[in-house]
């Protein structure tokens, strides 16, 4: 069975920390991603990766940075966290070839609160 | 800019009845469009997709049109079931145009009434 595992289910952190937040995945998938969801805002790419030591910036990069060292694992971190930084992040994964089946594979989640 | 667009933020439909969730978007480009489902404090899973080379795909309860003309697609549901109470993301790729990164919209809320 498909498995994306979030190290971390809820977080609560201060403004200015550095956080990380963790994600698996058992498929040997190559592609992976960072979400965040927001109310009234969907979900918003943050990162992908479609290799590993690779990376892609999404549509709101700014703050973060991820790092891929192996296939199974991609990290999100924030360097220095801000209030505007608490939400729900989404880790996903896909094979590489995604684009003719579309799914992506999410893990549960990981709210992080910024105080 | 809100390539795509779900304008409703929540919809009740009472058990046993269709359920129509609808999506629209601006990037003429899209070519490929999907439709998760998300419970609360779970990730979303994939449900049905559909190409543009079509404007209908079925699977079981869940049918999903595609109007490109009009550039709006819509998930039916029949009949609905309480456990299809949940969020419903529609999403959109470029897949033809080597942009495979998925766009969601801002999700729909559906409450189906025993």
């Known amino acids: 069975d498909v498995k994306v595992t979030q190290s971390s289910r809820y977080l609560v952190k201060r403004t200015g920390e550095k956080v990380f937040l963790e994600c698996v995945q058992d498929?040997?998938?190559?592609?992976m991603f960072w979400y965040r969801q927001d109310p009234g805002l969907g979900l918003r790419l943050i990162y992908f990766?479609?290799?590993?030591?690779?990376?892609e910036k999404g549509d709101i990069p700014e703050g973060y940075s991820v790092s891929r060292e192996k296939k199974e694992r991609f990290s999100l971190i924030l360097e220095s966290a801000s209030t505007n930084q608490t939400s729900m992040y989404l880790c996903?994964?896909?094979?590489?070839?995604?684009?003719?089946?579309?799914?992506?594979?999410f893990g549960e989640g990981s709210r992080l609160t910024v105080l | 800019d809100q390539q795509v667009k779900q304008n409703s933020p929540s919809l009740s439909v009472q058990e046993g009845r269709i359920s129509i969730l609808n999506c629209d978007y601006t990037?003429?480009?899209?070519?490929?469009f999907l439709w998760y489902k998300k419970y609360p404090a779970e990730g979303p899973t994939f449900l049905i997709s559909i190409s543009s080379i079509k404007d209908k795909n079925e699977d079981g309860r869940f049918t999903v049109f595609l109007n490109k003309s009009a550039k709006h697609l819509s998930l039916h549901i029949v009949p609905s079931q309480p456990g299809d109470s949940a969020v419903y993301f529609c999403a959109a790729s470029a897949i033809g145009f080597g942009n495979e990164k998925l766009t969601f919209g801002t999700g729909t809320r559906l409450t189906i009434i025993p």
């Open positions: 990037n003429s480009m899209f070519d490929y």
């Open positions: 498929m040997d998938h190559e592609n």
């Open positions: 996903a994964s896909s094979l590489e070839d995604r684009a003719n089946t579309g799914e992506l594979f």
């Open positions: 990766s479609y290799d590993v030591k690779m990376k």
